[in-house]
């Protein structure tokens, strides 16, 4: 389902404009990735929780872990949640 076609959904199901429904659907990705990025998970009722997820080996000393073996990577959010 695009977001126009959800936009629209949600437009015939609400009072809500179709303006107002398309602003709120193209900010959320951006306000969920901010809170994100700072730790905190985003509850969405009737939706789900979403959260970034790490993994990492353990390592005992820091020279077991450099720089190099590190990577960044961009975080988009997707649309999955832990219900």
Do not use: W
């Given at each position: 389902m695009s977001t126009k076609e959800q936009c629209e959904y949600i437009v015939d199901s609400t009072?809500?404009?179709?303006?107002?429904?398309?602003?709120v659907l193209l900010s959320l990705?951006?306000?969920?990735?901010?809170?994100?990025?700072?730790?905190?998970?985003?509850?969405?009722?009737?939706?789900?929780?979403?959260r970034y997820k790490v993994s990492a080996?353990?390592?005992d000393k820091e020279?077991?872990?450099?720089?190099?073996?590190?990577?960044?990577?961009?975080h988009k959010v997707s649309l999955f949640a832990y219900l």
């Amino acid at each position: 389902m695009s977001t126009k076609e959800q936009c629209e959904y949600i437009v015939d199901s609400t009072t809500a404009s179709a303006s107002d429904v398309k602003a709120v659907l193209l900010s959320l990705p951006k306000i969920m990735e901010l809170n994100m990025k700072n730790g905190r998970s985003v509850k969405l009722e009737g939706i789900g929780t979403f959260r970034y997820k790490v993994s990492a080996a353990m390592v005992d000393k820091e020279v077991d872990a450099p720089v190099s073996k590190m990577r960044s990577e961009t975080h988009k959010v997707s649309l999955f949640a832990y219900l």
